[in-house]
């Protein structure tokens, strides 16, 4: 890349280095070309929140036409596209890569004090892969679109005559390299490139849970990978493999959609559990409680993620013997999930906690995982999953920890984040209004359709019995709640790009390596590898009148392992 | 808990559980300890949820930092007591919720050997029930205080019975046999404004939704004469009156994809349906490039146009006319040859019909038959 523009002094102060990532080069093929990976993630950014959109425009699509029984405005064969569209974009565009690749390709560089990631090449092609996917699912919807839900079941998905089908398999393959390198580029960097001093369990637990993401991106991706050739080879060549009017096994096909799936529902949850982690140590201002059984609780997860994905088949056909085990190892999950939860409500004890932002979006995490995790015991439970399976209790369960959990975390990250990104703060009031009204209209969408489940309302329905209408009505009024919600919010960092105020290097008071270097970073963000102390030891950051941010004052901390004895300082 | 054994082996009517909060009405032997389970992994839910959430609130307020103020230090790092208990305990508690749920789960999937059987067929989109005397019906009429046990197939795609007031359900999937049991103690007569919602579960295309029946619960001396008369209907209507009288009941299953009016569907219509056929030209062409010409006629593959629908019917994916796809499922083991008498005697006298194929003539004409 060559640098043909001065730095434009109009834009930036003389207390902020001139050189940042954004101004080090200029033109499209300095971006379109970047092996940067702070640009790399900007670009996953923007393309995640752009297929967040268009998600978002489905489900509320699909939420309007569930207003009344029967046609509201659309008629049976299009609402099944709605919710199959929204599925797949919100899953394989969206929430897979939105931690991992987006927030992680910037920020996991720079907490290890590094220059970029392992392998800045093939983080260049994740994302070109990411276009390919997204390009491919586009095209699907010009030739007909598919209707076969998220999930690809068969008979129907080889069977159903809308024209999409093959073209979004063919995406969502070529998405899963894309995760597969990005995850594979994630465990090197992990490896190779910590500064010296930091030790695997000094390592910020954001990086603990891009860790074990990127695990479980390389060993479970591929198997989708197999699995939607198979579905392809027998849509288009008419070889039996799924289908038994040929000779194959529906049930086959769910055991290896799910042995990828179910690992998938923890690659996009864990991530959000490691911003968690930063966001509500960051914001109180303590010591994250329990580091190392928050760490461990990352790799567990990671690890039981393989061995209960029978779980989504527990009235499949599948025998009572295979119900039985994987009903008792589905458990297995619950433990680190609640080792988690209690250990981040810990944290905030003694703390000295600033509402800010990133911590309302971390507070209603820990409100709404707290339930999506807990109906998680209902669904595990063989008996009571007999009743609740395949009804909107399942719905409202996943939604609760794919979106109240894993979007909210990433949006949370977001906004702790974004004056690193930008190098801009946004208006504090607005984004916190903006949270709120997305937690009550979160809330009020998907709360209902425990209800609607539990009284036996079955998933993937167009057309209702009337006693349901109410609990549908609140729901999709809810939905339009959540939209104004994130329309508030596009508004609020929209109006800190154009015209909030500079931020400071450490604008929260964090500890780790990224609120070390500049906001925005420079293109090479340290100059010199930098030093590394307890990333949760919050003694010794101090306000900066001048900077209007907080330092780290060394002096404080003689960056000793157990430093958390008060010292006496002319600070009170 | 009610000890789940004794519920379900016990000679004594289940009680009938009104709607709550939570859950639908319960009249199955079932619903009792299923409804337990749920009712006491919710209080596990409650209490847990306000645990964390008051702790959170508490620790919030009391813990609010005032801008400026140095960061308090004295906070403790961890516990490893505190955290190995808040291990242990849920894990415990995990075991014991799986331990019952595993007990009820078995109880749901042990049919008791004096069960009556219904055979179900699921296709796109309804369902037929079959009865041991050859009875069929589109609803799912039962014996009430008496096992019931579905054996269940499907000729298409997935599909899933489910009954929300029986608290039971089960996958249908197409190659293989699925079994399901209940035993529901509370009758609700043939009213189906009365009866339990039967749904499909899994996803199964455009009519997904409308593959709602009902569970009619009959005494078991009322059952037993229903059965009787429901397995006579064809027989016991004379041949002439035969496309008026049982034509629309059969074609009730099919005018979700087949018009009477020429609107468009998944299928074609059956407006001047018996023309086409009757007097095959090559207009109308297969997706194999063939024609009703080259298919219907003396020395062909299907002599009469009649021997050409009843394939249709039989064995749907074998030509298919273009641009359709291939969406019917057979009726094969479900329309004897006298529904299928039935059935085309109406595409020949569809003049007689109104657009939902309701006969019309009855008003017009005294002499139905010609």
Not at chain 1, 127 to 144: D, I, N, R
Not at chain 2, 343 to 362: C, P, R, S
Request: charged letters at 10%; a neutral charge; hydrophobic letters at 45%.
């Amino acid at each position: 890349m060559t640098t043909l523009d001065a730095p434009r002094h109009d834009i930036l102060d003389t207390t902020a280095s001139s050189d940042n990532y954004l101004t080090h080069s200029r033109g499209f093929l300095s971006w379109a070309l970047t092996l940067d990976h702070k640009r790399i993630g900007v670009m996953y950014l923007i393309a995640v929140l752009g297929s967040f959109l268009v998600g978002g425009i489905f489900a509320l699509l699909l939420r309007t036409e569930l207003l009344t029984p029967g046609r509201t405005f659309v008629d049976a064969d299009t609402y099944n596209q709605f919710f199959t569209l929204h599925g797949a974009i919100m899953v394989f565009l969206v929430i897979i890569p939105s931690i991992p690749a987006a927030l992680g390709n910037f920020v996991l560089p720079i907490m290890l004090g590094a220059k970029d990631v392992a392998f800045p090449r093939l983080n260049l092609f994740s994302f070109y892969l990411w276009v390919g996917g997204a390009l491919f699912t586009l095209y699907s919807l010009a030739v007909g679109g598919f209707d076969t839900g998220w999930t690809f079941y068969t008979p129907y998905s080889t069977t159903t005559t809308t024209g999409g089908v093959v073209p979004v398999l063919i995406g969502v393959f070529i998405l899963g390299f894309s995760s597969i390198f990005t995850g594979l580029n994630f465990i090197v960097t992990v490896h190779k490139l910590r500064p010296p001093g930091m030790i695997w369990f000094k390592m910020p637990l954001f990086l603990w849970a891009i860790y074990s993401t990127a695990i479980i991106q390389v060993l479970a991706t591929p198997v989708l990978a197999i699995t939607l050739c198979l579905l392809i080879v027998e849509r288009t060549l008419n070889i039996g493999i799924f289908n038994p009017s040929m000779g194959g096994d529906p049930v086959l096909y769910q055991h290896f959609f799910w042995f990828y799936s179910h690992p998938a529902v923890y690659i996009m949850i864990v991530p959000a559990m490691g911003i968690i982690s930063e966001i509500i140590a960051v914001h109180s201002h303590r010591h994250i409680f329990g580091y190392r059984f928050i760490a461990f609780s990352s790799i567990a997860i990671a690890m039981f993620s393989f061995i209960v994905w029978g779980h989504h088949m527990f009235i499949s056909g599948q025998s009572g013997l295979m119900n039985t085990i994987f009903s008792l190892i589905s458990f297995s999950v619950a433990i680190p999930s609640a080792v988690k939860t209690f250990n981040w409500t810990m944290t905030l004890y003694k703390g000295t906690i600033s509402l800010t932002a990133p911590m309302m979006y971390g507070l209603s995490f820990l409100f709404l995982f707290t339930i999506g995790g807990l109906t998680g015991l209902h669904c595990a439970t063989l008996n009571t999953d007999v009743h609740l399976h395949d009804t909107y209790f399942v719905v409202a369960h996943f939604h609760y920890v794919m979106m109240g959990s894993a979007l909210i975390g990433m949006i949370g990250g977001l906004h702790h984040w974004w004056p690193k990104m930008t190098g801009r703060m946004y208006h504090e009031g607005t984004a916190i209004t903006a949270c709120i009204i997305i937690f009550i209209g979160f809330n009020l969408t998907f709360f209902t359709q425990f209800m609607l489940g539990s009284q036996g309302m079955p998933r993937r329905y167009y057309d209702y019995q009337p006693e349901f209408q109410i609990y549908h009505v609140i729901s999709t009024i809810g939905a339009y709640t959540m939209a104004v919600g994130f329309v508030i919010t596009a508004v609020c960092f929209a109006q800190s790009l154009m015209s909030g105020r500079r931020a400071p290097a450490n604008p929260w008071g964090g500890r780790s390596l990224e609120w070390q270097c500049a906001s925005p970073p420079p293109h090479d963000n340290f100059a010199t590898t930098p030093t590394v102390g307890d990333c949760y030891n919050f003694t010794a950051v101090i306000w900066d009148e001048k900077q209007q941010g907080y330092i780290v004052d060394r002096t404080l901390d003689p960056d000793m392992p157990h430093s958390t004895g008060a010292k006496p300082g002319g600070h009170s | 808990m009610p000890s789940i054994a004794s519920t379900l082996l016990a000679q004594t009517p289940s009680p009938l559980t009104p709607a709550d909060f939570w859950l639908p009405i319960g009249a199955s032997q079932q619903a009792a300890g299923v409804d337990w389970m749920f009712t006491a992994i919710n209080w596990i839910c409650y209490f847990f949820f306000l645990l964390v959430v008051t702790m959170m609130v508490v620790f919030v307020v009391k813990y609010r930092g005032k801008p400026g103020a140095r960061f308090r230090s004295d906070a403790p790092t961890h516990n490893t007591l505190l955290e190995l208990s808040w291990s242990v305990i849920p894990l415990l508690l995990c075991i014991a919720i799986f331990w019952y749920g595993f007990k009820g789960y078995v109880d749901l999937s042990t049919p008791p050997k004096n069960s009556f059987d219904v055979n179900v067929t699921a296709f796109k989109w309804g369902w037929q029930f079959k009865y041991p005397n050859g009875a069929q019906s589109d609803n799912l009429v039962v014996p009430a205080n008496r096992p019931v046990r579905l054996t269940m197939r499907a000729t298409d795609v997935l599909h899933c019975c489910f009954i929300p007031a029986f608290r039971v359900k089960k996958d249908i999937v197409p190659g293989r046999y699925s079994t399901l049991w209940f035993q529901c103690d509370h009758p609700t007569g043939l009213d189906e404004a009365a009866g339990y919602h039967l749904f499909c579960a899994e996803y199964c295309g455009t009519g997904h939704s409308n593959m709602n029946r009902r569970v009619l619960v009959l005494p078991q001396a009322e059952f037993d004469a229903w059965m009787v008369k429901q397995a006579a209907w064809l027989d016991e209507i004379p041949d002439d009156e035969l496309y008026f009288k049982a034509g629309p009941k059969i074609y009730a299953r099919c005018q979700q994809c087949h018009s009477l009016d020429g609107t468009a569907g998944l299928a074609p219509t059956w407006q001047g349906l018996w023309d086409r056929v009757a007097n095959p030209t090559g207009a109308v062409r297969f997706t194999d490039g063939k024609s009703y010409a080259d298919l219907i006629g003396p020395g062909k593959e299907f002599p009469t146009p009649q021997d050409y629908v009843r394939d249709s019917i039989y064995n749907p994916g074998h030509y298919l006319v273009a641009p359709y796809g291939n969406v019917m499922p057979t009726f094969k083991g479900q329309l004897n040859d006298r529904g299928i008498d039935a059935v085309i005697g109406m595409m020949q006298h569809l003049d007689e019909f109104n657009a939902k194929g309701v006969w019309t003539k009855a008003t017009s004409a005294k002499d139905p038959a010609k």
